[in-house]
């Protein structure tokens, strides 16, 4: 997909905004004089620069700026060694053979669309971590049992279309057709987008990958949370991917004036859906999952007026899908109990379900012994809040996740932060689960 390169000068006034002192001089050191750790995030800042805003990072599916992402990881893939292709779903992907063409593939992948406003390193880190290791691998001249690949991935956030995870669900043969209708903040469509760089909405299938083709999967990416750093680790192993369900809940009383209506004859529905919110976060915090409310409107929405209908948000996630369904069922018990004191409807609008994703046994071991041999005797094992392509991945082959320490657990923020050392050692730890993995086959 060709189009018009940003010009050098604002992307430099992008770089002085956005960067301290030592990433500069990082960006303009000599690759030959880098330490590993100072390549892998010299590569995320190459890719931070590829915006679609001038004063932060926002780069979506289908996009130009998705296309240049895919262009600098391919050079980067061609350096390392590997045959590349951009997939019938616009991800980019690269591939060397194991000890003999056609093998069954291992995947190392993450993916290179970002939140509006985000950091260098969700998504990105795994990709140029993944590409590093394959270089490893190549020049090592160990012969390997089976093929690595690389995929960079176009959608998982789901930023443009809504729908998250696009990027890996096709290659997972999981595509919905229902998605072609979906349309951007621009009014354009999916199957025009796909159109638009270049793709056939009609061969997205090929980009589906069979169970027979692969071996596994192996995702490393940044914690997005604080337990790492807390207990003072550079990387953790992964033990599952939290099941998510998210619902609106309309809560309907009645509007009346708020001079001349009573408290007794008040059915107000701000108060009643305040006092559940309130419920929610008891609940999450007594149970064990999480529970968000992340926005709230309430009707007439006048000052003197008392609030007859509210609409708020819930984002329930836990380890286990019983343990999400558990607290759903609380907080249900609560808005009946709330709205029957209260004189309010409580109703609720399921908008997503995603089930909990178990990484295998045998790749949390690989993942385990890389993190050992990268230096950590006895590695954290957590479970991911947050999703991964992984989750999409799981239905077509085993899935393991290594993850990297990021300062304060901050993410989807331009304060992304990780320490160029800890990068190196995830490096280190994923070349070696690699190599674990092929000690087990």
């Known amino acids: 997909m060709s189009g018009e390169t940003p010009s050098e000068g604002s992307g430099r006034r992008r770089e002085e905004r956005a960067q301290p002192s030592a990433e500069r001089v990082r960006s303009r050191a000599r690759p030959e004089t880098m330490s590993m750790g100072e390549k892998l995030m010299r590569r995320c800042d190459e890719l931070a620069e590829l915006s679609s805003d001038p004063d932060r990072l926002t780069r979506v599916?289908?996009?130009?700026?998705?296309?240049?992402?895919?262009?600098?990881?391919?050079?980067?893939?061609?350096?390392?060694g590997m045959r590349t292709w951009c997939d019938a779903a616009g991800n980019q992907c690269g591939r060397i053979e194991g000890d003999r063409p056609g093998l069954p593939a291992v995947i190392l992948a993450s993916h290179v669309d970002t939140?509006?406003?985000?950091?260098?390193?969700?998504?990105?880190?795994?990709?140029?971590?993944?590409?590093?290791?394959?270089?490893?691998?190549r020049t090592s001249g160990r012969p390997l049992p089976f093929a690595v690949e690389v995929v960079a991935f176009g959608d998982e956030e789901g930023t443009r279309f809504g729908a998250a995870l696009l990027g890996s669900r096709a290659v997972a043969g999981t595509w919905d057709d229902e998605w072609w209708a979906l349309r951007d903040a621009d009014g354009i469509s999916l199957a025009d987008a796909f159109a638009g760089f270049g793709l056939d909405p009609g061969r997205v299938g090929e980009a589906a990958r069979l169970p027979g083709e692969l071996v596994a999967y192996l995702e490393a990416h940044i914690e997005q949370g604080p337990r790492l750093e807390t207990a003072d680790r550079a990387l953790g192993v992964v033990s599952a991917i939290a099941g998510a369900r998210r619902f609106v809940i309309d809560v309907v009383g009645e509007a009346r004036h708020a001079g001349g209506t009573p408290y007794?004859?008040?059915?107000?529905?701000?108060?009643?859906?305040?006092?559940?919110?309130?419920?929610?976060?008891?609940?999450?915090?007594?149970?064990?999952?999480?529970?968000?409310?992340?926005?709230?409107?309430?009707?007439?929405?006048?000052?003197?007026?008392?609030?007859?209908?509210?609409?708020?948000?819930?984002?329930?996630?836990?380890?286990?899908?019983?343990?999400?369904d558990t607290l759903w069922a609380a907080i249900q018990a609560t808005t009946a109990e709330v709205g029957h004191r209260r004189d309010v409807g409580f109703t609720s609008t399921q908008t997503h379900a995603a089930e909990a994703v178990r990484c295998a046994d045998w790749l949390r071991d690989v993942v385990t012994a890389g993190i050992r041999e990268a230096g950590d005797a006895d590695p954290l094992v957590l479970f991911s809040p947050a999703g991964h392509d992984a989750m999409a991945m799981a239905s077509v082959t085993d899935v393991g996740m290594l993850f990297v320490r990021c300062r304060d657990g901050i993410s989807h923020h331009p304060d992304e932060e990780v320490r160029a050392d800890d990068a190196a050692a995830a490096a280190d730890a994923l070349e070696a689960a690699v190599l674990a993995l092929a000690d087990q086959l």
């Not at 289908?62 to 262009?71: T, V």
């Not at 969700?122 to 691998?137: F, H, N, S, Y």
């Open 61 to 80: 599916y289908l996009s130009l700026e998705h296309a240049r992402a895919n262009e600098l990881v391919s050079r980067w893939m061609v350096d390392a």
């Open 115 to 137: 939140v509006p406003g985000a950091g260098k390193y969700d998504g990105m880190l795994g990709v140029v971590l993944a590409i590093e290791v394959v270089a490893r691998l």
């Open 264 to 324: 007794e004859r008040r059915r107000d529905a701000l108060v009643a859906a305040s006092e559940v919110v309130v419920a929610i976060e008891r609940l999450a915090r007594d149970g064990a999952g999480i529970a968000t409310v992340g926005h709230l409107s309430v009707e007439p929405g006048a000052v003197n007026v008392v609030p007859g209908r509210v609409e708020f948000s819930l984002d329930i996630r836990a380890e286990s899908d019983d343990e999400r």
